[in-house]
């Protein structure tokens, strides 16, 4: 068994886990709301490329140029018009909203799409990989996902303790109230948030479509894995957010080459293990 193999592919698929746990936690940290539809609008995102290629014939990752402001629009249309209306003390009404979205969206990708599996057509590109060290070979399009990944964890970690509308995300997560008193609108700050969440799922989305198949009921997989992401990192903590993906690809790919019946499990048994030694977290968000 070559360990340090199955610890760099853990750690390239926990590239993919971030970009899932990314959008969540954002808008979880900004509105204290829990997107149980968030894993099937990564899965819109996917079916969305592929339909744009079918009819247009285009490169797949060319598809994040349309996807990527789409998906940012549909998620402050939907913040706006539908999600602010159920936030407040009670987190009930958010989780109910969402449920019912995911409900609708995979009924709806299921009457349009079937039920069958579908990938993007990338081609050699998520095959192609580079030799390091004997019995060590990393893959290039799951390298480069990582890389995005850290990437936009960065950019938005910039965005958002050194610009001024960051701030202001920061500051109307902190308390909404009183950030209506000095005239900053809360509701479009939810939604520029909600904005960049989805943004984020939808490049996922593409991402993820071009590496593994994927089907109408593929979301709620993506959310769980993404939640436990969250929770293993720290909540609050977008680094932790990555580092969590990796410890959860990481535990994956043990299981695995352990049996390939229990990756997910493992994946699971890793999360719960990581809860009960640290509840917060191995990386959470320091106050101040």
Not at 170 to 189: E, F, P, V, W
Request: net charge neutral; charged share 5%.
């Amino acid at each position: 068994m070559n360990w340090l193999d199955i610890i760099v592919q853990g750690i390239l698929v926990g590239g993919f886990y971030a970009l899932f746990a990314t959008g969540l936690s954002l808008m979880f940290g900004v509105m204290r709301l829990v997107n149980l539809a968030h894993g099937d609008f990564i899965v819109l995102a996917a079916f969305a490329a592929l339909a744009i290629i079918q009819h247009f014939g285009i490169n797949p990752l060319a598809c994040l140029i349309l996807i990527i402001p789409l998906m940012a629009v549909l998620g402050y249309l939907l913040q706006r018009l539908l999600l602010n209306r159920t936030l407040g003390k009670d987190v009930l009404p958010p989780l109910l909203v969402t449920f019912g979205l995911s409900i609708v969206i995979q009924n709806a990708l299921l009457l349009t799409f079937s039920a069958d599996s579908q990938k993007l057509p990338l081609g050699n590109l998520t095959t192609e990989s580079v030799s390091l060290l004997p019995g060590l070979n990393i893959g290039l399009y799951p390298l480069a996902v990582l890389i995005i990944a850290a990437a936009v964890i960065g950019t938005l970690q910039i965005f958002l303790y050194k610009t001024p509308l960051g701030a202001a995300i920061r500051a109307t997560s902190d308390d909404s109230t009183t950030i209506r008193l000095m005239g900053i609108d809360n509701r479009h700050i939810f939604g520029l948030a909600t904005a960049l969440a989805f943004a984020v799922a939808g490049l996922a989305g593409v991402l993820m479509g071009g590496y593994t198949n994927f089907s109408p009921a593929s979301g709620p997989q993506n959310l769980l894995f993404g939640f436990e992401a969250i929770i293993i990192g720290g909540l609050g903590n977008l680094w932790g957010t990555l580092l969590g993906g990796m410890v959860l690809g990481v535990a994956q790919a043990i299981g695995a080459e352990i049996n390939p019946g229990y990756q997910v499990l493992a994946g699971h048994i890793a999360f719960l293990a990581i809860l009960l030694a640290a509840p917060r977290g191995l990386f959470p968000r320091m106050a101040g």
